[in-house]
């Protein structure tokens, strides 16, 4: 149906960036919102940024003011401009899209990508 290929992870140092970039393919004309997730081993899922179609973003207070995410409506596509990276920044983060059109109808569904890591380390 519809696949979230997230890229641009990896290894950076403290006080380095990093972009991220989720790509939507399939059965999708455009989802309502898309957002970054980020999960650390032995730790819950959490939000890290959310875009709407109302032009709406959201982030955690642990990333405010260092993290930027934006939107391709043509390419359906979402990034995530990490700056500052910290080493409690250290998680795999994870694409998620919700609310689709696809064919002039509306699906109240959402997707997962398989995630991209990301490490701050020195």
């Known amino acids: 149906q519809v696949q979230l290929v997230e890229s641009g992870g990896g290894l950076v140092q403290p006080g380095g960036s990093l972009r991220l970039s989720c790509a939507a393919s399939g059965s999708i004309d455009r989802f309502y919102g898309m957002a970054w997730y980020r999960q650390a081993p032995g730790t819950q899922r959490e939000l890290v940024a959310h875009w709407s179609r109302t032009g709406s973003t959201i982030y955690s207070d642990s990333v405010k003011g260092r993290f930027t995410i934006s939107r391709e409506d043509m390419k359906n596509t979402v990034h995530l401009q990490m700056n500052s990276l910290k080493p409690e920044d250290t998680a795999i983060y994870l694409c998620?899209?919700?609310?689709?059109?696809?064919?002039?109808?509306?699906?109240?569904?959402?997707?997962w990508g398989k995630g991209t890591q990301v490490t701050v380390s020195s």
């Open positions: 998620n899209g919700h609310g689709r059109w696809y064919d002039g109808t509306f699906f109240n569904d959402k997707y």
